[in-house]
Structures are given as structure tokens and as C-alpha cells.
């Protein structure tokens, strides 16, 4: 894969600037940290994308780490999941690696921290520990345990981990500041005590080394050169390099961490916690519910990775955060599935036409190309018969000169078949198109090179043959949340907002040629936009997710409310 792209974000500078200051760039290494505590979704893209882009620029190694120190929210399924995206992504990772592989050495180096008198046991509730904290302005008060022997914070520190004691009542805090104006650099906590089994490390330890300990020494471990995060840890820095400072060998690389924007993505939410709760209130079918913003989710949409990497790319790296419209991530998609996806046919809100003059109980097969833009494509065969499907739409009685499509006494080609004109139409009692009959011009079949079959006629419609065409379930999805922006509302709880209207299932009336169709294929039905099979398909029941239309018509009719 070759797609570094072509101008610097502000982080490659910073990296071409260590380069040119000496430092060597066969040392540079980089690493996407995921918590295995949910799915990955559109912003972890962003993340995944300019780590491994980083790498493939300087042809470094990019590790996959698992962020996996509390126990109560991880799980296997998730770890599993997130591997399968990053590589669905298109990526490889050098190593694997587990901050859980980590927790000795952490526990160690708290034993260092706590022998040179920079950490302590404090055996006060969380409240009174919030109590002393103080504010921004206002300094902090001391622990009465902040002069504990180091003998003794040693020996609790053990019995800590022996699990002699129940969760809440001791933790191991850094001694750094009390009065800093950092509020995280005021005696932050180290452990926890949780008797949780891990997904991994199972019961070997009733400890948990909290994030800010773990993350910084972890890459430190790694040799990690460049240590990219979103921006609410810009404020953690600090402290990163102070629990740095306490282990670091000059021998080694020291990690760096810089700060990115968060990206954000209209009409859906980008939590994992967030999504997780969709998720459990069962407001979608699972992770991968087509609607979820998530990598899984997309993918069952039907996206391809080229276009979540186009849009990646396209957004580039921010300094601050803002909200990325999801129509530029729809544009993406459609541009990518125009260029690989073939065309085929498939009627979604059928009526009858009846070709009065086609010769009774005959069928033909005509060619129709797979994809006009590409010609090594191909062609593929569609039966045409006397009765067809088009859509109800695309049919009126009467209709002024700027509807190119079906009316009374007038024309239309059905797309690589015939020019039809309709002579008359049945309704019932209530007054409802039941029936078109048309006539059909014989010359004038496509391909055929006769001057009738070049004849221009204003409009081209979709059709398939009532004989040979099969049924299938067809989902529409819609925007999952009507308001763009769903969660930065004060008043409101994102949960408000959830679009009630998001999935629609219809029965489409589709080609012959998709009956073999296989579970995430893409197609464009033409005139209508790509569709991509569903896993729920079965060889009675196939089943189509429209991934996205042929054009941005959310943005038309938003305007026009
Ligand atoms: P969430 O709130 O969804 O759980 P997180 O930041 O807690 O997000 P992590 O699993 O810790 O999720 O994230 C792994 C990496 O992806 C981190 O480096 C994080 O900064 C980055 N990341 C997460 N969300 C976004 C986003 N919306 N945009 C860009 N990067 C992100
Ligand atoms: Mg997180």
C-alpha cells in the first residue's frame, strides 16, 4: 500500500523536525493504543490512520497496543474485534502487545517510585481524597498517610497486591505537588485495589495501575518515539514525563507525546461509551448495526476501507476540534463504489407494464454492461419479457415537459432493452395505478446498431422482468440521530435525538443475476445507489443494505425544511 500523504499534518512535522536535530529515524517507532472496551468507530480512523500512515511514511513500526488495565470493562470479543478492523483497514501492525504484559514491570518500577520517597500508601476514602484536592486556585491539603515510612508503604503496597485488603481502601499515590496549578500533578493515583478478573491476566493481580502510570511507562517499554493521543490529555502531559523522569535510562529513546483533535462526525456519536449504551438499550441490532458509526458497522454498510482512508485523509490532522459533516464521508464512499461497484437492476416500489405488442409467452437475454465507466468489467445477461417492473415513481399519468420519465403518450429506453411508450393505464376502485400498457419499439434494442436503437429519447429507467426477477429484503437506513450534533446539548441527553425512523425494510424486486450474490458484495442499482448483502442473508432470503444513494439528497431536504 503506498498512500502516505502528500503534504506534512503539524505531527510529521514535529517528527521531520527531530530528524533534522539528529534523532535517528531507524529509532522511530509508533503505536495505536485502543481500550478493549468496546468497538472501533470513525474517530479510532482518524487515530489508525496516522499512526500506520506514520509508519508507512518512515517505514517504522507501529505496534498494536491493548490499553487494558481495568478489568471491568474489557473484554476478549472486543480485543478480537478490534484486530479484525485494523486489519479489515488495511493495516498491519509490527507487535501485539498488552499493557497487562506490563503489569510486573509497572509494579516494579511503583517499588522504585516508592523507595526513593515518590509514592506513598494513603488509606483515605475517595471522598476525603477529593475533599483535599483543592481547586484550580486553591492549593491542596497534605494526606495524614503522605509521611508514611517507606517501609510501610511497602509492606501495605504487598498486601495490597496479596489482596489482604477490600477494594476503596488503600491506593498508591505519586508524591509530587499538592499546590500545583496542574490539578493531575497533585498526588495522582497510581493503584487501585480491584478484585476483578482480567480477560487476561485472570486473578494474578487484585491491583490495577491507573491510566496515567501506565500509558507513559508502556510506551516507554515499547521504545515508542512518538506517542500520539487526542487533545484532553494535553493537560496529562505533565505528568506523563514526570513518571518518565522516575524510570527513565538515557540510553533509551524517551517517548513523546503530542496532542491531536478528537474528530467528531454529524448526526452520530463517537463513544465508545455512548455507543455501548445504543448497543444495550437496543436502539440498534449490535455493534455492527449498519447505522453505528463504528469500523464493523461500516463495513457492513457496505464501505469499502479505501473510502474510510480517503475521508481519513481528506480531514487530515487538527489542532482543534471541530464537526466533520457525514455527507464528506458519504461522498467518499459513493466515489470509491462508482469506480469498483457493478451496475445491476432491482425495482424497490414496483408497478406492472404490460408490452402489449412483445410477442406473447417470449423472452430474450439481452447484454448489459457491468460497469459503463469500466469496460474490463464486463457484461453481464438480463432477461427481458412482455411484463415488467419499473418504479411507481418514475410513472404519471400527466407531467409538464420537465419529467423525463414515463407518461401518457410519451417515451422512455428502459436501460439496455428498448425504447417502451405508454398507450394507457388501469387503476382501482380508489383510484390507484395498478397497470401500464405500453407498446415497445422492436428496433430499437441497445447495442443493436440500428438507427433506431440510437435514437435519443430524454429518459432511461430501471426495470426487471416480473418472470425472472426474485425478491429480496431491502434495509434503508437513515441518519441515527436527527440533530447534528446529539451530544453537546446541555439540557438534553443524546438519547433524545435518536431518529425513530433510521431503518426501513422493504421487499425489492431484483435481477436474476444477484441470486448469487455473496454475503458483503457491492452493487450499485442503478439509478437508485449501492447496496451491499447483508450477513443475515440466506440462500431463501437475501438481504440488501443501501449503504448510500447516488446523490446528497439529505443535504436538499434538510434545506428545505
Ligand atoms: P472513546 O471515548 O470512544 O472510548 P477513547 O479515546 O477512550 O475513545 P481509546 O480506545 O482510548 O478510546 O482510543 C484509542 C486511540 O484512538 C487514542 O489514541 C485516542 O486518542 C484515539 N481516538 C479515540 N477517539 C478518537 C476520535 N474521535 N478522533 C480521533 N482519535 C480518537
Ligand atoms: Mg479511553
Known amino acids: 500500500m503506498n498512500e502516505a500523504p502528500k503534504s506534512l499534518n503539524f505531527l510529521e512535522h514535529i517528527v521531520e523536525e527531530d530528524l533534522k536535530n539528529g534523532f535517528p529515524k531507524e529509532q522511530l517507532r509508533f503505536r495505536f493504543p485502543p481500550e478493549p472496551n468496546g468497538y472501533l468507530h470513525i474517530g479510532h480512523a482518524s487515530s489508525i490512520c496516522l499512526n500506520f500512515g506514520l509508519g508507512l511514511r518512515y517505514d517504522s513500526p507501529v505496534n498494536l497496543r491493548f490499553d487494558d488495565t481495568n478489568p ?79 517501609d510501610e508503604n511497602i509492606r501495605l503496597f504487598e498486601a495490597m497486591k496479596k489482596g489482604e485488603f477490600e477494594e476503596g481502601t488503600h491506593v498508591l499515590r505519586a508524591k509530587i505537588d499538592m499546590s500545583s ?12 485495589i480491584l478484585h476483578k478478573v482480567h480477560h487476561r491476566t485472570k486473578s494474578d493481580w487484585c491491583i490495577y495501575p491507573m491510566y496515567d502510570w501506565t500509558h507513559g511507562e508502556s510506551d516507554y517499554i515499547e521504545q515508542v518515539s512518538h506517542s500520539l493521543c487526542t487533545l484532553e490529555f494535553a493537560m496529562h502531559r505533565e505528568l506523563y514525563d514526570w513518571f518518565l523522569d522516575q524510570v527513565y535510562d538515557e540510553r533509551t529513546v524517551r ?18 461509551r455512548k455507543l455501548l449504551k445504543l448497543v444495550e438499550e437496543g436502539v440498534v441490532n449490535g455493534w455492527n448495526d449498519p447505522r453505528m ?42 466515489e470509491h463504489l462508482n469506480k469498483v461497484s457493478p451496475r445491476v ?41 412482455g411484463e415488467i417492473y419499473i418504479e411507481k415513481n418514475d410513472f404519471r399519468e400527466e407531467a409538464n415537459r420537465k419529467f423525463f420519465r414515463l407518461k401518457l403518450g410519451g417515451e422512455v429506453r428502459l436501460k439496455s432493452a428498448y ?43 430501471h426495470w426487471v422482468s416480473v418472470k425472472h426477477a426474485f425478491e429480496a429484503e431491502v434495509r434503508i437506513y437513515d441518519r441515527l440521530f436527527l440533530d ?43 439509478r437508485l445507489g449501492y447496496f451491499c448483502v447483508d450477513p443475515d442473508s440466506t440462500s431463501e432470503n437475501l438481504v440488501f443494505n443501501r449503504t448510500v444513494t447516488l446523490r446528497d439528497t439529505w443535504a436538499k431536504i434538510q434545506q428545505n425544511n
Not at 310 to 328: H, M, P, Q, Y
Not at 439 to 447: E, I, R
Open 72 to 150: 471491568v470493562k474489557e473484554e476478549q470479543e472486543f480485543v478480537d474485534a478490534i484486530k479484525r478492523d485494523v486489519k479489515w483497514l488495511g493495516y498491519n501492525w509490527d507487535t501485539e502487545r498488552y499493557a497487562s504484559d506490563y503489569f510486573q514491570q509497572l509494579y516494579d518500577w511503583a517499588i522504585v517510585l516508592i523507595k526513593k520517597g515518590k509514592a506513598y500508601i494513603d488509606s483515605q476514602s475517595s471522598e476525603e481524597m477529593a475533599a483535599q484536592k483543592g481547586t484550580p486556585n486553591e492549593p491542596g491539603g497534605h494526606s495524614p498517610f503522605r509521611d508514611r515510612s517507606i
Open 181 to 192: 496549578s496542574n490539578m493531575l500533578m497533585r498526588d495522582p493515583i497510581m493503584y487501585r
Open 255 to 272: 517517548p513523546k507525546q503530542r496532542e491531536f483533535a478528537r474528530r467528531n462526525l454529524s448526526h452520530t456519536v463517537v463513544s465508545k
Open 293 to 334: 458509526p463504528t469500523i464493523s458497522g461500516l463495513r457492513r454498510r457496505g464501505y469499502t476501507p479505501e473510502s474510510i482512508r480517503n475521508f481519513a485523509d481528506t480531514i487530515g490532522i487538527a489542532k482543534r476540534e471541530n464537526l466533520i459533516d457525514v455527507s464528506l464521508l458519504e461522498f467518499h464512499v459513493r
Open 345 to 385: 437492476m432491482g425495482v424497490l416500489d414496483p408497478i406492472k407494464v404490460v408490452i402489449t405488442n412483445y410477442p406473447e409467452g417470449e423472452e430474450e437475454w439481452l447484454e448489459a454492461e457491468n460497469n459503463p465507466g469500466d469496460e474490463s468489467a464486463g457484461t453481464r445477461k438480463v432477461p427481458f419479457s
Open 419 to 461: 425504447i417502451i411508450k405508454a398507450e394507457s393505464c388501469t387503476k382501482d376502485t380508489d383510484g390507484n395505478i395498478t397497470e401500464i400498457q405500453c407498446t415497445y419499439d422492436p428496433k430499437s434494442k441497445s447495442g443493436s446498431g440500428t438507427q433506431e436503437s440510437l435514437r435519443k429519447v430524454k429518459g432511461t429507467l
Open 484 to 526: 447534528e450534533s446529539p451530544d453537546t446539548h446541555k439540557d438534553k441527553d443524546f438519547m433524545d435525538f435518536v431518529n425513530p425512523d433510521s431503518l426501513k425494510v422493504i421487499k425489492g424486486f431484483l435481477e436474476p443475476s444477484l441470486k448469487n450474490a455473496k454475503v458483503e458484495d457491492r452493487v450499485q442499482f442503478q
